[in-house]
């Protein structure tokens, strides 16, 4: 399956901390994308990393990605209680986006 | 401020039944594509189209479903007959011409099939 796969699958805060989510993939990609779905919402896009570039900013989202272990990462830094969620990484290649089955994200304050 | 509508937002309907979800995209957006969303398989692509033609509709089960774009404006998904494994979540996603790796996604129509 193409598929990626986030890790973990879920995962559990206090507000103020930092949440980092994982991605891994088994295709080469031409971008790598992070989504946020709020429950019972479509999906919202956060950021899209090339793949050629290593680490991208957007506001408190870091993205790195390393192409050569075929896995990204997604840091929210400073988390709020806003920013419970799921995240989705998606990634490009020759197909239409493949999306990941997510992290649930809980920021408790 | 431009986005995706999706009708119904909720559906619930008998096993047998047809089912028609309709989504309207972002105005110049001309990438559509079609979704599916359940707890065990997550995020499924069932079919995509550019400037109206369908590109890819290899995920969606052929002997049941099927996606046009009858206009710029507007695009189906029709399953007949209905079945309660069809139940899930469907959303519609539009992309921009020259940007077509980002999606913005509607709301999504919630289908339960008793």
């Known amino acids: 399956s193409q598929q990626g796969e986030e890790d973990p699958q879920a995962l559990s805060i206090q507000e103020g901390e930092n949440a980092t989510m994982n991605c891994s993939y088994k295709?080469?990609?031409?971008?790598l994308q992070w989504y946020r779905q709020n429950s019972g919402r479509g999906l919202v896009h956060l950021i899209l990393?090339?793949?050629?570039?290593r680490e991208k900013h957007s506001g408190r989202l870091r993205v790195t990605l390393d192409t050569s272990k075929k896995s990204s990462s997604l840091l929210i830094t400073a988390s709020r209680a806003a920013d419970t969620a799921s995240y989705f990484c998606?990634?490009?290649?020759?197909?239409?986006?493949?999306f990941g089955k997510g992290t649930r994200l809980s920021v408790i304050a | 401020d431009a986005r995706v509508t999706q009708t119904p937002r909720h559906k619930v309907t008998e096993m047998g039944q047809e089912v028609t979800m309709r989504c309207q995209p972002i105005l110049g957006h001309n990438t559509v594509f079609w979704y599916r969303q359940t707890m065990m398989q997550g995020l499924e692509l069932l079919a995509y189209?550019?400037?109206?033609?369908?590109?890819?509709d290899s995920g969606m089960p052929k002997d049941r479903f099927s996606a046009e774009m009858p206009d710029a404006t507007l695009a189906t998904l029709k399953i007949q007959p209905s079945e309660p494994r069809d139940s899930a979540v469907y959303f519609c996603?539009?992309?921009?011409?020259?940007?077509?790796?980002?999606?913005?996604f509607g709301p999504g129509t919630r289908l339960l099939v008793l």
């Open positions: 998606a990634f490009s290649g020759n197909t239409p986006l493949v």
């Open positions: 990393i090339r793949s050629n570039e």
């Open positions: 295709t080469s990609i031409n971008n």
């Open positions: 996603a539009s992309g921009l011409p020259d940007r077509v790796e980002t999606q913005y």
């Open positions: 189209f550019r400037n109206r033609a369908p590109l890819d």
